[in-house]
């Protein structure tokens, strides 16, 4: 017999760690995550029905309609605390409401003094006034994994010591080369920030500051819980402005403070008081996320990465502008030696939080290099199974070469040390000429290095040094596909874009900038017979070692500070790994590896725009769409509604004259091929006909169509700004007022 405690998983480390202490009574601990398995309605109930007092931690999830009726009969003959988010399921607990405040107190303040006391405070019931009541723990404070206090009250208090702390290990104490941590309290008062340890020290470890806080989520003016959004202002932001280059939020909820400060006009969107602060803060805001129910070892075998994290902790972040969600750790299970139930613990993954803490610290590096000194790489989407060079920049909806051309003329402006292409034209001329792109079909290797397009011969020994260092299932994958580096004849398929033993990256170099089309997914050599193409059958396979090569040059060789991706959209957001949640062997993490990532991304896509900033951790720059003009009538649709016109007017008077016009209707029918339309065989007079050509031609004279491509940075003037916002309004949206 013992005292049970039925809670949410996350509690469960913290609960299973106090009850293993020297002094405490019997415990047995259970996650509720158990109550999704077969038999864990019942398993659940039979523990249940063995205990000398019973804590319930009860969520709002349907299976617990279940247990209800027996936690009322346990109740007859134990003590029950039943406590919730819900009011109404408090009605459960068989004591008094104030002994439920207090075991929710110690559970809510947490700590392993105030959980070990509700152990005693339940296995004492009904007489527990000898246990001491539960002891309030910070809301909100600074952290150190190194400190020499558990916590810091004020900014001040933090910065004293990380003063003298930062200059002894010569990390930076610039604002811009700090790095703010937002966490929760629960992970600090139940001593089990590990993930946020291992991520101060890889940060540290790059010469970084740090400055980690923790906080409860939402406000409680009752307890003096300041909240996320309040505490964040008060730590992140200083008299000067920012405190930090960039900020870490581990939070996934939205970090709202209650409705305390005010909203943007007309946002009823959750997110609007925290993001009404990070704009304020101004700084890239990271969303990590973790496997909540997987242990690590669960995730890496799992295709799909992530699974029922995805809503909440990747898909709500988004709404608060925070990028990319990258993995950074997962459950481990052990025994704890306590009625046999096993501890979870957040644990960090030390390979992904070296990444993360890598990408933090290049988009950093990009946000304080001088503006002259930066470098640009570019690259546009090419489809060479559509239409071969002429597919070269393609774009949904986006004149993507004249957008970069144009991009690079406000860059030059704007102080970059980079050339400008007169024009879109000049740009793709340039790129054909040299012929820029990887080979296909016509184009060899050598030609392509006889016009000047290429930008970069990688060695041998550069890429195996880089390949080298890649998992070993991934330099397995794409062996077996293209070869052993830097690429074999497999199959009766060449080595993709190899010469004299070395890969080639292909371009056209504009001062600081570069524009590259993207490299070939899945084929190689000039022979198109569907044999080469291997995506179109193959679509786990992995890219060939050019496309690697390519994107490791651009930051390694070229140095870029920035990738940046022009239009929808290309594939490395599609390469084979997991869905979300991405590992080191995941190609899209693998070829991006730790370059910041840019996407001009068209605005009316955004289930595919989710992919690239979940798969390729791109930061989306959406751009408008395409004028939509009426196309109106022309050539024999024009003749035809002309003479449709003369008719009615001639039927009345001018018998003969519409007699004569209804011959020419139909020869006008024939000639604009609208016989499918207004069937004129069907007709029983010619009234009927003329209606249905009336109804076609309106058809038609009002269908909307694209007037060219949409230019980035460019919007519509003068009439085409007219019918731009004409073509938006032409649909009623549902008001009573109708805006056309």
């Known amino acids: 017999m013992s005292v049970v405690c039925v ?32 038999d864990g309605v019942e398993r659940c109930l039979e523990t249940m029905r063995s205990a000398t007092a019973l804590f319930v931690f009860r969520t709002t999830d349907a299976l617990w309609d279940q247990l209800d009726e027996g936690i009322r009969l346990i109740g007859k003959t134990v003590p029950v605390v039943c406590v919730s988010y819900d009011p109404a399921a408090w009605a459960l607990s068989s004591v008094p409401v104030e002994t439920a405040q207090t075991a929710y107190r110690y559970l809510t303040y947490g700590g392993a003094e105030n959980l070990g006391n509700l152990f005693r405070f339940l296995d004492a019931l009904p007489n527990a006034a000898a246990v001491p009541e539960p002891v309030p723990v910070p809301w909100e404070g600074l952290w150190h994994p190194d400190a020499p206090v558990r916590a810091f009250a004020t900014v001040g208090g933090y910065l004293e010591w990380y003063a003298g702390y930062a200059c002894e290990r010569g990390l930076s104490l610039d604002p811009k080369r700090t790095v703010g941590l937002l966490f929760g309290r629960h992970y600090w008062v139940n001593d089990m920030p590990d993930v946020e340890a291992a991520l101060v020290h890889a940060l540290e470890a790059k010469g970084l500051g740090v400055f980690p806080a923790f906080t409860n989520t939402l406000r409680d003016k009752a307890t003096g819980n300041k909240g996320a959004t309040i505490w964040s202002r008060e730590v992140f932001l200083g008299e000067s402005g920012s405190r930090i280059g960039a900020l870490v939020k581990f939070l996934p909820y939205f970090t709202n403070n209650g409705g305390n400060m005010p909203a943007f006009v007309g946002d009823d969107s959750p997110a609007r008081e925290s993001v009404r602060v990070f704009r304020e803060l101004g700084v890239p805001i990271f969303q990590p996320v973790f496997a909540s129910s997987k242990t690590l070892e669960e995730w890496e075998a799992d295709p799909q990465g992530l699974n029922s994290e995805v809503s909440w902790a990747v ?25 046999g139930t096993e501890i979870e613990r957040r644990t960090p993954h030390p390979e992904r939080v070296e990444r993360f803490a890598s990408r933090i610290a290049r988009w950093l590096r990009l946000r304080n290099k001088p503006v002259a000194e930066r470098r640009v790489a570019f690259l546009l989407n090419s489809d060479p199974c559509a239409s071969v060079e002429a597919s070269v920049g393609g774009a949904a909806k986006l004149d993507s070469l004249e957008s970069v051309s144009r991009i690079l003329r406000a860059m030059r402006q704007a102080g970059y040390a980079v050339d400008v292409p007169e024009s879109g034209a000049a740009l793709i001329e340039t790129i054909m000429e040299r012929k820029a792109i990887s080979e296909f079909r016509w184009t060899t290797v050598q030609e392509i290095e006889a016009k000047g397009g290429v930008l970069a011969h990688v060695d041998l020994a550069t890429y195996r040094r880089w390949f080298d260092a890649y998992p070993e299932n991934v330099r397995q994958k794409v062996a077996e596909a293209w070869g052993n580096p830097p690429g074999e004849p497999m199959n009766g398929v060449p080595a993709a874009m190899v010469l004299n033993g070395d890969i080639l990256v292909t371009g056209v170099r504009w001062g600081n900038a570069v524009v590259c089309i993207q490299p070939k997914r899945g084929c190689a050599g000039s022979r198109c017979d569907g044999q080469v193409c291997k995506i179109l059958h193959e679509p786990s396979v992995p890219p060939p070692h050019q496309y690697i090569a390519t994107y490791r040059w651009l930051q390694d060789g070229f140095g870029a500070d920035v990738v940046v991706h022009v239009g929808t959209h290309g594939n490395l957001e599609f390469l084979p790994g997991k869905s979300v949640g991405l590992s080191g062997a995941c190609f899209p993490d693998l070829a991006l590896h730790e370059v910041p990532h840019v996407y001009i991304y068209n605005s009316d896509n955004p289930p595919e725009g989710v992919v690239a900033k979940r798969r390729s951790y791109a930061e989306l720059v959406d751009h408008m769409q395409t004028v939509m003009v009426q196309s109106g009538l022309y050539d024999a649709l024009e003749e035809l509604d002309r003479l449709l016109g003369e008719w009615e007017q001639a039927r009345a008077g001018n018998p003969n004259r519409a007699h004569q016009l209804e011959h020419l209707i139909r020869e006008g029918i024939a000639a604009a091929n609208l016989e499918s339309q207004v069937s004129p065989e069907t007709s029983p007079d010619f009234a009927t006909l003329a209606s249905r050509i009336h109804a076609a031609l309106g058809l038609l004279r009002n269908t909307h169509m694209e007037d060219g491509m949409h230019v980035f940075g460019e919007t519509p003037q003068g009439k085409r700004r007219a019918q731009f916002i004409a073509s938006i309004v032409r649909y009623d949206a549902g008001q009573a007022d109708s805006l056309r």
């Open 315 to 339: 898909a709500m972040p988004e709404f608060e502008g925070a990028i990319e969600p990258f993995f950074l750790g997962g459950g481990t299970l052990s025994q704890a030696g306590v009625g």
């Open 7 to 38: 809670a949410w998983s996350s509690h469960v480390g913290a609960l299973m760690s106090a009850a293993s202490r020297p002094g405490m009574p019997s415990v047995r601990v259970l996650s509720s995550r158990m109550l999704e398995e077969p």
